[in-house]
């Protein structure tokens, strides 16, 4: 079905330049850009993003993390976009992702992994809209 997702390029990637690099896999993979902005979560904005987490012990740093610096949301729209961009994603941990993966190529821990991306069509929807008003996102016509 034809589905969108949303991605972060998390601090620790865009400091090392990879903005575009971590597109070109989207692309490649058929994923298209239907919305997209920089910008510098407060520790507000992180602690609602990521509010399912608040009870584990990593919270703390998973915020400290990403309000370190300057992270690209991202709406993408393809057929299955969930599970393909879990798939180029690659695991949580990048000692457990595969070969070729943005997690495997791009992210040495666990903390500071890379990029996100939402896990299921339900949670995509709701995270979306976290960061995309409707008049945001922009369907492809051509
Ligand atoms: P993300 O997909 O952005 O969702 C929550 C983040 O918490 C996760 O990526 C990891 O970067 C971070 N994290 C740190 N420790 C853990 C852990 N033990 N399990 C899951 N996520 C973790």
């Known amino acids: 079905a034809?589905?969108?997702?949303?991605?972060?390029?998390k601090p620790d990637a865009v400091g090392k330049n990879l903005i575009g690099a971590i597109y070109s896999r989207f692309e490649s993979a058929g994923l298209r850009i239907v919305a997209a902005k920089m910008m510098h979560l407060s520790k507000e904005q992180a602690e609602g993003f990521y509010?399912?987490?608040?009870?584990?012990?990593?919270?703390g740093a998973l915020v400290g993390f990403m309000t370190s610096g300057p992270i690209m949301v991202t709406a993408l729209e393809g057929e299955n976009a969930v599970l393909k961009h879990r798939e180029i994603m690659g695991a949580t941990n990048p000692a457990e992702a595969l070969a070729g993966t943005l997690r495997a190529d791009y992210a040495e821990t666990i903390d500071e992994n890379a990029v996100h991306?939402?896990?299921a069509v339900e949670s995509a929807g709701r995270e979306i809209a976290y960061f995309f008003s409707d008049e945001e996102l922009c369907p492809r016509t051509r």
């Not at 034809?2 to 390029?9: H, W």
């Open 2 to 9: 034809l589905e969108r997702t949303l991605s972060m390029i």
């Open 51 to 59: 509010a399912e987490h608040k009870e584990r012990p990593f919270f």
């Open 117 to 119: 991306g939402s896990d």
